[in-house]
């Protein structure tokens, strides 16, 4: 099921279900949606936190259920990734998303989230989060893609080679999710992923934590964005000695990913300054 394309005053709630937000940084992001043409919804718990949190893990689910049951809200768009969404999974109300699908935005940590809806048979859209959304160049787009998903669904924004539902998001919760109820159904499907701030071996321990587990078998092809900032285990990176790993990204792809499914490189997705809209699932 896909959430309905949004139209001009249309209501967008924004959530905090990772990092804790501010006053601030929701005014700004309320004014955006303002100037897009929709209508800002400020829940009064948005500011709350709870060590690196949003709240606690109940407030957190409580403010995303409420806005999957208000059915005058059609999406709700995170402030923030970092962490803790994963938490959030046994307490979302998956029969109000099925009931009436909300647009979940998002991307980074959110990934957790675009698994569950995809899990309830629900599509989202992989985006930049509403705390970042000024600084990317493909602001404007998202505002194109929640009014029309199509051009920004199967790949299509993407130029793949073949339209397929797209499933993924960032490598490091995707890897945390292996073996639980929410890990997305990657059959057939481009498993599209990105990542940032990782030690290159942690790395290759998810390519082959997704090979042993079947993963790479059973998805069409990988779409691969950007993974910056990574860390090795040398000096340069705070290490005692330098012991570096021996191997980039292409060098873990080559060694895990079967022979024959195809890899498309540097697609416009994840932390830099390109974060383009993708609809998942």
């Known amino acids: 099921m896909q959430p309905r394309p949004l139209s001009s005053g249309d209501r967008i709630a924004l959530v905090a279900p990772a990092r804790f937000t501010t006053t601030e940084a929701a005014a700004e992001a309320a004014e955006?949606?303002?100037a897009a043409g929709f209508e800002p919804v400020v829940p009064p718990g948005l500011i709350a936190?709870?060590?690196?949190?949003?709240?606690?893990?109940a407030h957190r689910a409580e403010e995303l259920?409420?806005?999957?049951?208000d059915p005058s809200i059609r999406a709700v768009?995170?402030?923030?990734?970092?962490?803790?969404?994963?938490?959030?999974?046994?307490?979302?109300?998956?029969?109000?998303?099925?009931?009436?699908?909300?647009?979940?935005?998002?991307?980074?940590?959110?990934s957790a989230l675009h698994a569950w809806a995809g899990h309830h048979g629900v599509a989202s859209l992989h985006a930049a989060v509403a705390g970042t959304q000024a600084r990317t160049a493909d602001a404007e787009l998202l505002w194109s893609a929640l009014r029309n998903p199509e051009p920004f669904a199967?790949?299509?924004?993407?130029?793949?080679?073949?339209?397929?539902?797209?499933?993924?998001?960032?490598?490091?919760?995707?890897f945390s999710l292996l073996g639980s109820p929410w890990f997305p159904n990657v059959d057939g499907a481009w498993l599209?992923?990105?990542?940032?701030?990782?030690?290159?071996?942690h790395l290759d321990r998810m390519w082959n934590s997704f090979k042993l587990a079947g993963v790479l078998d059973r998805m069409h092809g990988l779409v691969v964005g950007e993974f910056l900032d990574l860390r090795?285990?040398?000096?340069?990176?705070?290490?005692?000695s330098d012991n570096p790993f021996g191997r980039d990204l292409d060098d873990m792809l080559?060694?895990?990913?079967?022979?024959?499914?195809?890899?498309?490189?540097?697609?416009?997705?994840?932390?830099?300054?390109?974060n383009r809209p993708v609809v998942l699932g």
């Not at 259920?65 to 049951?69: G, K, P, Q, S």
């Not at 599209?192 to 990782?198: A, I, K, Q």
């Not at 080559?254 to 390109?274: D, L, M, S, W, Y």
Request: proline share 6%; with cysteine.
């Open 65 to 69: 259920n409420a806005a999957f049951r």
């Open 32 to 34: 955006a949606i303002s």
């Open 154 to 174: 199967a790949g299509r924004c993407l130029g793949l080679p073949d339209e397929r539902p797209v499933v993924g998001g960032n490598l490091s919760v995707l």
């Open 192 to 201: 599209l992923v990105e990542d940032l701030d990782e030690y290159v071996y």
């Open 232 to 240: 090795d285990n040398t000096r340069a990176f705070g290490q005692i």
């Open 254 to 274: 080559r060694e895990h990913v079967p022979a024959g499914k195809p890899i498309v490189r540097n697609v416009p997705v994840g932390h830099g300054r390109e």
């Open 49 to 57: 936190r709870d060590g690196q949190f949003g709240g606690t893990d």
């Open 77 to 110: 768009w995170a402030m923030r990734g970092g962490y803790g969404s994963a938490r959030l999974l046994p307490l979302l109300d998956g029969a109000a998303l099925r009931a009436d699908p909300t647009w979940i935005i998002g991307f980074s940590d959110i």
